[in-house]
């Protein structure tokens, strides 16, 4: 979504607001804006497009200027254009402000402000939001109460940054379901949706609370509830380094990401899984330990990518803890009123652990008594703050907006969990020691797959013009094919859609013909025979296959068009390692048909809204 930057201090703002746009731009970018505070006039440059189109059009400014915020928008209301871009400013233009989130009661405020004779000259509910300030100013005549009545009458969400002509050496930000993080600097400081535009002024940050708003001076700060009363937020320190932010030599960072699997993914597992003898400590969980071990029922709620994470953990956690789970869409499960339990154990999958649907349902399971896991990469993310007990993915930051490598630490951290609970209900030394040395071998064989990510390339060549696609694995392969059609969907926009390979006789074989390229994941494991019956139907009607195989088979190189091999392993680790060659397909098709890989149209990083 959208992501929003403000800086306060004795350096030239713009500069820094512009940095942090760029770092941020992955979350959003439909259109950027900035608005500085000089000399008592607000300077305002904003357009649709990129960070990169706003820089042409900067209003050159020969007063220095130590205060600003700045914008990149993903729209949710109104379309991307340069009036309905960030910063916007109240009917007077003394006040500005960027959000990020959703007004839900703005036609309600947009009316209340006509009838003051007050006018908005966009489509957006941010406007109204300013412009309400604004009105409050009037009244009130103190800036800050004026934003705390207004943010008090505010149905939906907010990260929001505000500054003015009426106090330039006053920034105002404050948060309800969208993040905002205070980077403490020496006599500065920098507010921004993410981590990623601070960590160049400081390490040193607060994570700003639910209904929580900080009031920034060059003197200080401090911090208090919307409805004015005071917090003690606690100083924390940004874990990243600036490297893992950057390209580093990569086209793209997608293909950074995919190739940092090898690391990312033993992260996840170093200093929890011990390989000598296969017992699992997860430090997150051990609080909820109790609870864990007398869970009737776990359900895995997630969206998108981390969703079909959760199906892979559904048949781990079942397989090796014998623990019926339920995977439910964030978006359902919190609308249906499911029936959870206080014996229950929900866990919430994300990346960004900053998903609005995913926060809604973890909301809604902890109201209804249940224990609540996340398990998040985005350190001191909503999520992660708000369960009970949680797993980070230690898969460090990922910008690509198409999730890799944080898929594959989902896969490694629920895999672990699996364990963890199966040791808890009596899984065998023997087991629990075989899956550990199998799980210590695959960043080796990620790293042989990603050696060979010319082989892909090639086939990707071909398949580059194709209009649609099919996945097809069977078991734990299912959701594998899921996500190998998402990855597709997403950056090449090249229709594909992912099935369970039996269902294809239900209907989907019906689309083959010589134009379609069918990826069947076909590694030697329990089903192989059964995934080659599909290919033969495949074959049959013309279709053009493309099979993931398990190393040393030859048998499928005489039926497929194209093979991908991978090293075998045990087939619950399986996924891991066939996802990978997937990704790069998708890379590769995205990148031949030249599309902008790392930030795919209409698309958002982190979805804080519903
Ligand atoms: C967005 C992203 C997807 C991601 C999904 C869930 O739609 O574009 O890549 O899988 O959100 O995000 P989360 O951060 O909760 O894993």
Known sequence: MCGIVGYIGP????????????RMEYRGYDSAGLCSVSNGQLIISKRAGRVADLEKVLEPNEHSVKLGIGHTRWATHGLPNDVNAHPHTDASGRIALVHNGIIENYLAIRKQLENAGLQCKSDTDSEVLAVFIGMLYDKLGDLELAVQTALQEVDGTFGLVVVSTVDPDLLIAARRGSPLILGIGKDEYIVASDASAIIS????????????????????????????????????????????????????????????????????YRGRL??????????????????????????????GTSWHAALVGEYLIEQLARIPVEVEYASEFRYRDPIVNPDDVVIAISQSGETADTLAAVREARRKGATVLGMVNVVGSTIARETDAGVYLHAGPEIGVASTKAFTSQLCVLTQFAMYVGQMHGMSPELSRTIAQHIDALPGQIQEILDRADEMRTIAKQYARSTNALYLGRGVHFPVALEGALKLKEISYVHAEGYPAAEMKHGPIALIDENMPVVFIATKEELYDKVLSGIEEVRARRGKVIAIATEGDEHIKTVADHVFTIPSTLSILSPVLASIPLQLLAYYVAVERGCNVDMPRNLAKSVTVE
């Not at 606690?234 to 950074?256: D, N, T, V, Y």
């Not at 390989?275 to 997150?284: A, F, P, S």
């Not at 609870?291 to 009737?296: Q, V």
């Open 11 to 22: 350096q030239e703002a713009v500069p820094i607001l512009l940095t942090g746009l760029h």
């Open 274 to 303: 011990n390989i000598e003898d296969g017992k699992v400590r997860l430090g997150g969980l051990s609080k909820m330990q109790d609870r864990i071990r007398e869970a009737k029922r776990i359900i895995i709620t997630a969206c």
């Open 201 to 268: 002024h400081t390490r040193q940050v607060i994570y700003l609370a639910e209904n929580e708003m900080a009031v920034v001076r060059r003197s200080g700060y401090t911090t208090k509830t919307i409805a004015n009363v005071a917090t003690h937020s606690e100083i924390e320190e940004i874990a990243f380094e600036l490297s893992q932010i950057e390209r580093g030599g990569f086209a793209h960072f997608m293909l950074k990401e995919i190739h940092e699997q090898p690391s990312t993914f033993h992260d996840g």
